[in-house]
């Protein structure tokens, strides 16, 4: 059942001419070739953070004597970077786990889903919402479902519907297809990270917990917005910049214009998501530090002068005693001043 599975995938992928090979183990050259076909398209369609050298393969398919083991040493940096969820591929032993029955099969099976959900995002911007949307309010909100479902039929394999198709219908073509496909998953592929019933009242709380953190969101997102502005405007006082002004406004006007305070995640993100996105990666995992190590991290800062802010920690300060001038300033000691009087005559 799930060599047939995997079978179909490769070959709706356009990679059906490894026959027998899906089922062999890593010792076997041609499933080696496969896994690193799979994993360079993956690269090429930008699905690895980890930028490669020109001409170096994200899996090494050789036939020499350590080639099973610097595939096996590759593998499994691969498949951290790409957050498998089957964690028996990703454990310490990569080399025992796929000698498992199956193994292979489930690393191909992810690697084609890995390989499908790229695909669907490199075709992301390429869809034309407007065939089926109207001008007027709320157009922009027509053509954002417009092109989510766009993005459903493709990945199912569905005709795009005619103009007049009434959405009842619509929307029992799509259930009748994903019931005939997911029987075809993983155990456990699918399991939703919502898993509770949600009733009336619990709708009303999601969707006012949803509201309020988009307001902060937003909120925060205009600040940082605000600093991005005047961080931005810094750099047009200096005189060097007044040459250049023209061209650091034809970079940067672009890229602030696609900046938006408002949010995009609404309640049907959370209805969506499964149950592998509440797995986190620390950010001091090697992992994490491959993509983010740089030169400037070794750099360490000396002495920096005492900045205050710590009143708790001062003293009142009490008055200098200063001895007497010798110039006669000050008082004598002994006699107050306080005024010459008149005699009576």
């Known amino acids: 059942m799930e060599g047939a599975a995997v079978a179909r995938d490769l070959q709706a992928l356009g990679y059906g001419g490894f026959p027998g090979a899906a089922s062999r183990g890593t010792s076997c050259p041609d499933f080696r070739a496969l896994c690193g076909r799979l994993a360079a398209e993956l690269a090429t369609l930008g699905a690895l953070e980890q930028q490669l050298e020109e001409g170096a393969e994200v899996l090494s398919a050789g036939d020499g004597p350590d080639a099973e083991e610097e595939f096996l040493r590759q593998l499994v940096g691969l498949l951290?970077?790409?957050?498998?969820?089957?964690?028996?591929?990703?454990g310490g032993d990569c080399a025992a786990a796929l000698r498992e029955p199956d193994a292979g099969l489930r690393l191909l099976r992810f690697l084609c889903s890995e390989l499908q959900a790229a695909r669907l995002l490199r075709l992301y911007p390429s869809l034309d919402p407007s065939p089926v949307s109207?001008?007027?309010?709320?157009?922009?909100?027509?053509?954002?479902?417009?092109q989510e479902l766009s993005l459903t039929l493709q990945a199912l394999g569905l005709p795009r519907p005619t103009p007049g198709t009434p959405a009842s219908r619509l929307l029992q073509e799509l259930h009748?297809?994903?019931?005939?496909?997911?029987?075809?998953?993983?155990?456990?592929?699918?399991?939703?990270?919502?898993?509770?019933?949600?009733?009336?009242?619990?709708?009303e709380a999601l969707e006012s917990l949803s509201q309020s953190l988009r307001d902060q969101y937003c909120s925060r997102r205009c600040l940082l917005l605000k600093r991005l502005d005047l961080t931005t405007s810094a750099f047009h006082w200096s005189d060097r910049a007044e040459a250049q002004g023209e061209a650091m406004k034809a970079v940067l006007i672009p890229i602030r214009e696609v900046l938006t305070p408002e949010s995009d995640v609404s309640v049907a993100h959370v209805l969506a998501a499964r149950a592998d996105l509440s797995r986190l990666v620390p950010a001091t995992s090697v992992a994490a530090r491959r993509g983010t190590?740089?030169?400037?991290?070794?750099?360490?800062?000396?002495?920096?002068?005492?900045?205050?802010?710590?009143?708790?920690?001062?003293?009142?300060?009490?008055?200098?005693w200063r001895d007497r001038r010798e110039d006669g300033?000050?008082?004598?000691?002994?006699?107050?001043?306080?005024?010459?009087k008149k005699k009576k005559k």
């Open 80 to 90: 951290r970077e790409l957050h498998c969820p089957d964690r028996a591929l990703c």
């Open 329 to 340: 300033g000050g008082q004598r000691p002994g006699r107050q001043y306080r005024g010459h």
């Open 134 to 146: 109207s001008p007027g309010e709320g157009a922009e909100e027509k053509a954002g479902m417009v």
């Open 176 to 203: 009748a297809k994903i019931s005939e496909l997911l029987p075809s998953l993983p155990p456990g592929s699918m399991q939703p990270l919502l898993s509770c019933a949600l009733d009336a009242p619990r709708w």
């Open 293 to 320: 190590c740089c030169a400037i991290n070794k750099v360490l800062m000396g002495n920096v002068p005492d900045r205050g802010g710590r009143p708790n920690e001062l003293e009142a300060p009490m008055p200098s």
